[in-house]
């Protein structure tokens, strides 16, 4: 039997029959691998970079959308204020704006102040500042990019804008 | 993989004759074994996938640049037409309801709160169309009465050359002299004091400012000057008329042409409660009219014709739309000068 099986694994070891096969199949596994990573990497930077450009691009339309909703308020408030009697009731003006909650799938912020409404995202991270020229003062406030409501606070004389 | 075969003679038990049993395994070695193309079905998959990522990126992209062109901010325009509209149709209210001469205050007040509720339903009706909702309301307590006093340019029979139009005088609107202009007197600026026709106002202290309204003796135009105290005028304005001239105190105008600084250079500097007066009046034929608010009381002492009148109305106002909430309070007197 020992004779038998040493003779055994010789010729096994002598026999190279079906390497080649082996070796293509490995070879086919190894290049097919690289090109798979090679598709998915690039496709991978392709969305991130398109992802970024509409982020940006979103952000912009947002804050002059916001822009124009809180000069239009500031008109609003102005006329409010025109020829209002002394001691009449404090004037109701605010303006519901609907805003997206999400840009390209990432959560923002709003940051507005007496100059600018600025618009945040951190992935990817990007920064929009739109300036406003509101006359009224605007009362610093930040909030999370979805509807938003500008209103003025007639006893105060100022603009807010809070989350709704 | 392929080459991987069952070792039947025919290499295919499906031709092979063979039991059922036998192609039956031999078929679901051979779909086990046939591996090929799982890379490409992969690679397939993710390219797939980014490719709907991106649709959904461009796509929503898009939507923004698109919503981007269109008009974006809250329809203000509409609540300022709306405060606009009240604002001229209670004025017009007002007006009419002067002129009316009703009897007394409480038939002129009641006359202006019918109207301003038929403003009211009008205005309503119509925006509504648009998706608005207004809302105009008075009331009696939100309005000043007052005098209505028309006169010619004449001393009314007072004896003299002179007569009050309005005494004791805290505001005053809508003061239209209309002039025929062949009748004025022709002279210049240092004359028109001795020879001009004017309107005084004279306050309780004796300080007064006077409008003097003339022909000028160089160019022929009608002119108009103001004047402190009695103190030699200065011109405000001129223009070249024929007619009638409509000489507008609070509106700052002569005719056609703006008059700026004419109400604010002459009583707009004076304190306190005033009288208006005409004087002069045989160097002008026309008449005048104005509105005024008593210092005191609902009515002043005239030596024309003054009738009971309202002067001023707040009105409260409100328009919603779906995004929309405009909610205030005005007051109301058409013709009124800032000043």
């Known amino acids: ?164 | 993989m392929a080459a991987v075969t069952d070792g039947s003679p025919d290499g295919d038990g499906s031709r092979g004759g063979g039991p059922r049993k036998v192609d039956s395994s031999s078929d679901g070695r051979r779909f086990r074994d046939a591996d090929r193309g799982q890379m490409l079905l992969v690679a397939g998959l993710v390219v797939a996938v980014a490719l709907v990522a991106l649709v959904v990126l461009l796509n929503a992209s898009i939507y923004s640049e698109n919503v981007a062109t269109r008009g974006i901010e809250a329809a203000d325009g509409e609540a300022l037409e709306v405060r606009a509209a009240a604002v001229e149709g209670t004025g017009a209210l007002i007006d009419g309801t002067n002129r009316n001469r009703l009897a007394d205050h409480g038939a002129a007040v009641t006359a202006v709160e019918d109207g301003v509720d038929g403003l009211d339903a009008y205005l309503a009706r119509a925006y509504a169309e648009r998706g608005g909702v207004t809302r105009v309301t008075t009331t009696a307590a939100s309005m000043r009465e007052g005098s209505y006093v028309t006169g010619a340019l004449t001393a009314n029979g007072t004896g003299g050359s002179n007569a009050t139009l309005a005494a004791d005088v805290d505001r005053t609107r809508g003061l239209v002299v209309d002039v025929d202009s062949a009748s004025l007197a022709s002279t210049n600026e240092s004359g028109a004091t001795a020879d001009a026709f004017r309107v005084e106002f004279a306050n309780d202290s004796a300080a007064t400012r006077e409008v003097y309204v003339y022909e000028s003796d160089d160019d022929g135009n009608v002119t108009v000057a103001v004047g402190e105290n009695g103190s030699a005028p200065t011109v405000v304005c001129s223009a070249s008329s024929t007619g009638l001239v409509a000489v507008d105190l609070t509106g700052n105008a002569l005719g056609n042409e703006r008059c700026p600084g004419l109400w604010a250079d002459s009583v707009g500097t004076l304190d306190g409660d005033y009288d208006v007066s005409i004087e002069r009046t045989d160097a002008a034929d026309g008449e005048a009219r104005l509105t005024v608010l008593p210092e005191s009381g609902d009515a002043v002492s005239s030596e024309h014709t003054a009738t009971p009148a309202v002067y001023d109305a707040a009105i409260d106002l409100s328009y919603r739309t779906a995004e929309l909430r405009f909610e205030t309070t005005v007051r109301v007197a058409p013709g009124e000068p800032d000043a």
Do not use: C, F, K, W
């Open chain 1, 1 to 164: 039997m020992r004779e038998r099986g040493a003779a055994g694994g010789g010729r096994l070891r002598r026999d190279d029959r079906a390497v080649s096969v082996t070796v293509g199949y490995v070879l086919t596994l190894a290049i097919g691998a690289v090109l798979l990573s090679g598709v998915v990497i690039g496709i991978g930077g392709v969305v991130d970079s398109q992802t970024e450009r509409v982020v940006r691009g979103d952000l912009a339309v947002v804050g002059q959308t916001t822009v124009a909703n809180l000069e239009s308020a500031d008109r609003l408030a102005n006329a409010s204020e025109v020829d209002r009697p002394d001691g009449a009731a404090a004037p109701n003006v605010s303006i519901d704006v609907d805003l997206p909650t999400r840009l390209a799938g990432r959560p923002y912020r709003i940051a507005v102040d007496g100059d600018a409404v600025t618009l945040r995202t951190d992935d990817p991270e990007a920064v929009t500042e739109i300036p406003h020229i509101a006359s009224l003062p605007v009362a610093e406030s930040s909030v999370r990019g979805g509807p938003i409501r500008i209103s003025y606070d007639g006893d105060a004389g100022r603009l807010e804008v809070t989350e709704r």
